[in-house]
């Protein structure tokens, strides 16, 4: 059964690039068919695919987010990262780590992390 | 890459059966076979629920079901029971190896 645990800062200031890590635990991230991705939800709002990788470092992102994201993988560490650079406001949000088979479903999920950006 | 459309919000009483759609193109929901839905309760993690349309992960009760006709999906439960109240969002693959989620329904069980 595999775990995802999102770990970061919970507080960005403006025009300050926002990172966090997911810890993947209970299976490896070199697992060849799945992809590990991160969705956001802003206070009170829907979900938004940010993006996803695979193991090989192969990334894909929501193409409405303006080349802003850059995931990472760690295989030795089994995580994945995410930075998102010139963040504002409108970046706050819930974030989440998510996996699955394919990378068009998310079978597995983190519990979320707040982010905050602020001055 | 628009977010796919639901309904704000729908109702059921317990013991009814419900539908929430799910709208989308022909580049997205109408041309894969590749939906996805979620439940989400308040301060909680979305939990799959349905995959590639109409398949169930081991655990999920059959009272969920999903179905496509065309651009829209729609996920049906049936026999509601008050736990089920909750968000429930569809998710489509739209080429490119990229995901659209919709903008989320609010169930309500009277």
């Known amino acids: 059964q595999l775990q995802l645990q999102e770990s970061g800062p919970g507080l960005v200031k403006p025009s300050e690039t926002l990172s966090l890590t997911c810890t993947v635990s209970?299976?490896?991230?070199?697992?060849?068919?799945?992809?590990w991705g991160w969705i956001r939800q802003p206070p009170g709002k829907g979900l938004e695919w940010i993006g996803n990788i695979h193991y090989s470092g192969t990334t894909y992102y929501n193409p409405y987010l303006q080349s802003r994201p850059t995931i990472s993988v760690d295989t030795s560490k089994n995580q994945f990262s995410l930075k998102m650079s010139s963040a504002s406001a409108a970046d706050t949000a819930v974030y989440y780590c998510?996996?699955?088979?394919?990378?068009?479903?998310?079978?597995?999920w983190g519990q979320g992390a707040l982010v905050t950006v602020s001055s | 890459q628009s977010a796919l459309t639901q309904p704000a919000s729908v109702s059921g009483s317990p013991g009814q059966s419900i539908t929430i759609s799910c709208t989308g193109t022909?580049?997205?929901?109408?041309?894969?076979?590749?939906v996805s839905w979620y439940q989400q309760h308040p301060g909680k993690a979305p939990k799959l629920m349905i995959y590639?349309?109409?398949k169930r992960p081991s655990g999920v009760s059959n009272r969920f079901s999903g179905s496509k006709s065309g651009n829209t999906a729609s996920l049906t439960i049936s026999g509601l029971q008050a736990e089920d109240e909750a968000d429930y969002y569809c998710?489509?693959?739209?080429?490119?190896?990229?995901?659209?989620f919709g903008g989320g329904t609010k169930l309500t069980v009277l």
């Open positions: 022909s580049s997205d929901v109408g041309n894969y076979n590749l």
């Open positions: 209970g299976g490896s991230i070199s697992s060849g068919s799945y992809y």
């Open positions: 998710c489509s693959y739209a080429g490119r190896s990229t995901v659209v």
């Open positions: 590639e349309g109409s």
């Open positions: 998510a996996s699955g088979p394919g990378g068009y479903f998310f079978d597995y």
